[in-house]
């Protein structure tokens, strides 16, 4: 991706094109076959809430406790396939490429994303991204976390496994993303942070809901 301090402009992507990619009219319903694909001919797929109530069930009767490790792990597949969509929905529509995209433009896009497909109201914080390897990410009215917020646990396991694949492959680099705080557990909002595996596994050691957001920020700041 292209970075802010460059001399060159980057391209940045207008209102009407992300209007485009992402209104309805951007997608085909075929009744008979009981699909919807985009322009770009990648499948739509609307998840109700009975079904993520089932999944959840299933989930945590056949495994257990690595319930959470199976959905993110389907958010890492699924997270490839995001940016696999999104290169091609641009390429059709504003023949350019993700990677060439300005920072903010590609974030725009990544938030209307998760916005027009219903998994929440995405916000990502740049703020520690060049001076400590950090990206925030703040998810308001979360599906998994909406839907299941009568299990008082953190549940968007596989919003992280999303997140996590999308930036490593953006950026080229391996990194990790571990949720920090969920919506209904007296926060607004789910967040989650991104950074290198050693230190988001380091971060997994510490009892995190004793500490607020800015709290386990500044912890990982200082971990090298």
């Known amino acids: 991706m292209t970075t802010m301090n460059e001399t ?3 391209p940045q992507l207008s ?3 992300l209007k485009m990619l992402f209104s309805i009219e951007g997608q085909t319903f075929d009744m008979e076959k009981g699909t919807v694909v985009t322009n770009a001919d990648s499948r ?8 993520i109530h089932s999944i959840y069930d299933t989930l945590k009767y056949e495994a257990g406790d690595a319930w959470s490790l199976i959905l993110k792990n389907c958010g890492v597949v699924w997270g490839k396939r995001i940016n696999r969509s999104l290169e091609k929905e641009l390429q059709l529509e504003g023949r350019q490429q993700v990677g060439s995209l300005a920072v903010d433009s590609y974030l725009k896009l990544l938030e209307s994303y998760f916005s027009s497909h219903g998994w929440g109201k995405l916000r990502i914080y740049m703020d520690d ?3 400590h ?3 925030r990410v703040s998810l308001l009215n979360s599906l998994f976390a909406q839907t299941l917020k009568d299990k008082h646990e953190p549940v968007d396991f596989m919003i992280a496994g999303m997140l996590q694949s999308i930036f490593s492959d953006i950026s080229s680099y391996d990194l990790r993303c571990i949720q920090v705080s969920y919506q209904y557990s007296g926060n607004n909002c789910s967040e989650f942070l991104i950074s290198g595996p050693a230190r988001i596994a380091a971060l997994e050691q510490v009892q995190l809901h004793d500490l607020s957001i800015d709290d ?3 912890q990982l700041r200082v971990t090298g």
């Open 129 to 131: 991204a060049e001076s």
């Open 15 to 17: 209102s009407d094109l």
């Open 133 to 135: 390897g950090i990206v």
């Open 8 to 10: 060159t402009p980057a």
């Open 216 to 218: 386990v920020l500044a």
């Open 44 to 51: 739509v797929i609307y998840l109700s809430s009975d079904m």
